[in-house]
């Protein structure tokens, strides 16, 4: 079974860009990114098909935040530009077999990387 570790998570400022990564044992999955903030529930940002060819962004952040894979298929990153406080949460990547920003579709899941933004 695949495993996913996400990293580049940290204390940053309001205004900064980031980037955070996803990186698979395995190739041929799905990938999608979510975030958790204190107190709400699991929320979809992002997702990216297997070849790279199709991504899906929450409407919400499409104009900050950018997914991409490596050619090799077994990184999948997630920059975020601009950053707000709101972005404060838990980000995590996880995988599945649809490309899909359905959270329930997606099986495997990282541990997650926190992203703190301050004013």
């Known amino acids: 079974q695949v495993q996913l570790v996400e990293s580049g998570g940290g204390l940053v400022q309001a205004g900064d860009s980031l980037r955070l990564s996803c990186t698979a044992s395995?190739?041929?999955?799905?990938i999608g990114w979510f975030r958790q903030a204190p107190g709400k529930e699991r929320e979809f940002v992002a997702a990216?098909?297997?070849?790279?060819?199709?991504?899906l962004l929450e409407d919400s952040v499409a104009d900050r935040f950018t997914i991409s894979r490596d050619n090799a298929k077994t990184t999948v990153d997630l920059r975020i530009e601009r950053l707000k406080t709101e972005d404060t949460a838990v980000y995590y990547c996880?995988?599945?077999?649809?490309?899909?920003?359905?959270?329930?579709?997606?099986?495997?899941w990282g541990r997650g990387t926190q992203v703190t933004v301050s004013s």
């Open positions: 996880a995988a599945g077999m649809v490309f899909t920003k359905r959270r329930e579709e997606y099986y495997i």
């Open positions: 395995a190739r041929g999955y799905e």
């Open positions: 990216i098909s297997w070849g790279g060819g199709m991504t």
